[in-house]
């Protein structure tokens, strides 16, 4: 079945190091490619999208971009900032009301 | 503008007892879907319903159950509990826009304790 992979946490890097967090899926079709983010006491927010091959999401100075011939979705950002700290899950979907298939997050910890 | 809210927030049960858990979508959003996470774990999908019906459901044993109400609200109910329904169950509320791309917008959670 579809299914999602994404790097083990947690990841402790510096403030403004550089961040990648690897993502890759397993799916039938053509799915649409998420990341969200849980900060800590918080629920769970969307971070970024991509619906089609070879488009980027982002926001937040985080980026992605959808990989068909690697399935693969990879969360960036160029410089991170304590205030990142978080646990990052990416995600997909087969439809526009179908749902959502999960990684198992990864922690991100970012050290002043 | 309100959010989606669940409740409640926590809840400690003893295994066999029945559970019935709680969510107020986002005003506007008609479809309710709800999830499982186990500690360390995504998400697992469980239910999703619109206008009322059910509209897919996830690999969930019977014990699971859910509905829709006339003001979209939604109640998951779980029957016989497991020390293993221990989790954070989410709710996610979204419009239903067919061929468009419809946000889940998720509440904080009831964080169930099974003893």
């Known amino acids: 079945g579809d299914s999602v992979t994404q790097m083990e946490g947690p990841v402790t890097l510096s403030e403004e190091a550089c961040l990648t967090i690897?993502?890759?899926?397993?799916?039938?079709?053509?799915?649409?490619l998420f990341w969200y983010v849980q900060y800590p006491g918080e629920g769970l927010q969307l971070l970024l999208k991509a619906t089609k091959a070879d488009d980027k999401g982002s926001n937040k100075g985080f980026e992605a971009t959808y990989r068909k011939e690697t399935t693969s979705f990879h969360l960036e950002k160029g410089s991170v900032q304590v205030s990142d700290s978080a646990v990052y899950f990416c995600a997909l979907s087969m439809g526009s009301n179908y749902q959502l298939i999960w990684g198992a997050g990864t922690k991100l910890i970012i050290k002043p | 503008d309100a959010g989606v809210t669940q409740s409640p927030t926590h809840l400690i049960k003893t295994r066999g007892q029945h559970v019935t858990l709680r969510c107020s979508p986002i005003s506007g959003h008609k479809s309710v879907s709800w999830y499982q996470q186990v500690l360390g774990q995504g998400p697992q999908f469980i239910f999703q319903y619109y206008e009322k019906e059910e509209r897919g459901r996830g690999n969930f044993p019977d014990r699971f159950s859910a509905r829709q109400f006339p003001n979209y609200s939604s109640e998951l109910n779980v029957n016989a509990l497991l020390l293993g329904d221990s989790a954070l169950y989410l709710c996610?509320?979204?419009?239903?826009?067919?061929?468009?791309?419809?946000?889940?917008?998720f509440g904080p959670g009831t964080r169930l304790t099974v003893l």
């Open positions: 690897n993502c890759t899926y397993t799916a039938t079709g053509y799915p649409s």
């Open positions: 996610a509320s979204s419009f239903f826009l067919e061929g468009e791309y419809n946000e889940q917008f």
